[in-house]
């Protein structure tokens, strides 16, 4: 399957030794709208094309393309790829806002072409114990559950010039980082129904305008209640729990420490030292989830089944994410269509 990237940034590196590990699949060609970034990185990396135009890289023909762009240019990617008729795993979050989000799942699905969205995080082992649990009745169904983000962030990731904006990034911690966790509230959890929450850029830094610092309450369909308090502004970085509770208190929970490793539900020792990682060190964390995720998504376009993450489940994230910063402009609760 020859597949192509679009955006050829940090993340897209997970991409490239992803794919490379699944059987049959080639990266042929990168794209950049900085067209040296793309050759550079076609170089380094072995790939045979780099395009600075995106239409060209399609003209050369590919089964299936990684969006790997900032969150506000994965819209114009899906809609290419949608465009070419060729299968679309984007990254995560997977727009801006629903608007966006909605008009790709319509295009991808006019277009008959397998939309996925990268939350690679449900495939931890632990993540994916909870949800058996749950399915096979081990674990109730939640009545309870929660997040708690305590996450850092520092100066040299916001040096980016498109993080920490909310024209170009559309939010902060809730919008890119614990986007995550309530994905995976919401598998374990079911059909959001209302939000209400409250944000709030509390440590001032040059030129930041998204959330440092969200708290908020989900109602369930189920008439379950999960509460989220996320902030980037801890140091140092002391990762996430998610935590879902049955109605006999059975409780099950994932730990995110270090940072993007999913693993037992253990907290670092008081007083013991705990420096913060550098990003690069979190992303080498996350490429055996990125690899089963994007071995998930090649096996969906052979099998001709719905990836394990769909476009609509992204926009369900998203959803929970919007109406949280609605409810904090608006000091109301907000109601979800919980379909
Ligand atoms: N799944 C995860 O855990 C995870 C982790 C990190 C980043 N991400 C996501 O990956 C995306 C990229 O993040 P990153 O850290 O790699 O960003 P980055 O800034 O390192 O790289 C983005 C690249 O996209 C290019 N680009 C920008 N606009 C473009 C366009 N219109 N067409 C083509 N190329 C374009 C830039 O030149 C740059 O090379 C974000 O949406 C982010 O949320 C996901």
Same mark, same amino acid.
């Given at each position: @399957?020859?597949?192509?990237?679009? %955006?050829?940034?940090?993340?897209?590196?997970?991409?490239?030794?992803?794919?490379?590990? =699944?059987?049959?699949?080639?990266?042929?060609? =990168?794209?950049?709208?900085? &067209?040296?970034?793309?050759?550079?990185?076609?170089?380094?990396?072995?790939?045979?094309?780099?395009?600075?135009?995106?239409?060209? @890289?399609?003209?050369?023909?590919?089964?299936?393309?990684?969006?790997?762009?900032?969150?506000? /240019?994965?819209? /114009?990617? =899906?809609?290419?790829?949608?465009?070419?008729?060729?299968?679309?795993?984007?990254?995560?979050?997977?727009?801006?806002? *629903?608007?966006?989000?909605?008009?790709?799942?319509? $295009?991808?699905?006019? !277009? &008959?072409?397998?939309? %996925? =969205?990268?939350?690679? +995080?449900?495939?931890?082992?632990? !993540?994916?114990?909870?949800?058996? !649990?749950?399915?096979?009745?081990?674990? %109730?169904?939640?009545?309870?559950?929660?997040?708690?983000?305590?996450?850092?962030?520092?100066?040299?990731?916001?040096?980016?010039?498109?993080?920490?904006?909310?024209?170009?990034?559309? &939010?902060?911690?809730?919008?890119?980082?614990?986007?995550?966790?309530?994905?995976?509230? +919401?598998?374990? @959890?079911?059909?959001?129904?209302?939000?209400?929450?409250?944000? $709030?850029?509390?440590?001032?830094?040059?030129?930041?305008?998204?959330?440092?610092? $969200?708290?908020?309450?989900?109602?369930?369909?189920?008439? !379950?209640?999960?509460?989220?308090?996320?902030?980037?502004?801890?140091?140092?970085?002391?990762?996430?729990?998610?935590?879902?509770?049955?109605?006999?208190?059975?409780?099950?929970?994932? @730990?995110?420490?270090?940072?993007? *490793?999913?693993?037992?539900?253990?907290?670092?020792?008081?007083?013991?030292?705990?420096?913060?990682?550098?990003?690069?060190?979190?992303?080498?964390?996350?490429?055996?989830?990125? $690899? +089963?995720?994007?071995?998930?998504?090649?096996?969906?376009?052979?099998?001709?089944?719905?990836?394990?993450?769909?476009?609509?489940?992204?926009?369900?994230?998203?959803?929970?994410?919007?109406?949280?910063?609605?409810?904090?402009?608006?000091?109301?609760?907000?109601?979800?269509?919980?379909?």
């Amino acid at each position: @399957m020859r597949f192509g990237i679009i %955006g050829c940034g940090r993340i897209a590196r997970n991409h490239v030794s992803a794919l490379r590990a =699944v059987a049959g699949v080639e990266v042929t060609a =990168v794209a950049d709208v900085d &067209g040296q970034r793309a050759r550079a990185f076609a170089a380094e990396h072995g790939v045979p094309d780099a395009f600075e135009a995106v239409d060209d @890289m399609f003209a050369g023909g590919l089964e299936a393309v990684s969006i790997c762009t900032p969150h506000g /240019a994965h819209e /114009a990617g =899906v809609l290419a790829a949608a465009r070419h008729r060729v299968h679309v795993l984007c990254e995560k979050p997977v727009a801006l806002d *629903v608007a966006q989000a909605g008009r790709m799942v319509a $295009a991808a699905e006019a !277009a &008959g072409v397998r939309f %996925g =969205v990268v939350f690679q +995080r449900r495939f931890w082992p632990a !993540a994916q114990r909870i949800r058996a !649990a749950i399915e096979d009745g081990s674990l %109730g169904a939640p009545v309870a559950g929660g997040i708690v983000a305590r996450l850092n962030r520092d100066a040299d990731y916001y040096a980016e010039p498109w993080r920490g904006r909310q024209a170009s990034e559309g &939010g902060g911690v809730l919008m890119t980082q614990v986007i995550h966790h309530i994905d995976l509230l +919401r598998w374990f @959890m079911g059909p959001a129904v209302w939000v209400s929450g409250r944000c $709030a850029t509390l440590v001032p830094r040059a030129g930041i305008d998204v959330e440092d610092t $969200a708290g908020a309450v989900i109602g369930f369909r189920s008439g !379950a209640i999960a509460t989220v308090q996320a902030g980037t502004t801890f140091q140092p970085g002391l990762g996430v729990h998610v935590w879902v509770s049955d109605a006999q208190g059975r409780t099950a929970g994932v @730990m995110e420490y270090p940072e993007g *490793v999913g693993s037992a539900d253990v907290w670092p020792r008081p007083g013991a030292e705990v420096g913060d990682l550098p990003l690069g060190a979190i992303h080498e964390h996350l490429v055996p989830y990125h $690899a +089963r995720q994007i071995a998930d998504f090649v096996a969906a376009v052979r099998e001709g089944r719905e990836p394990a993450v769909t476009g609509r489940d992204a926009v369900r994230s998203l959803e929970i994410v919007e109406a949280v910063y609605e409810s904090s402009r608006s000091g109301t609760a907000v109601r979800l269509a919980g379909h």
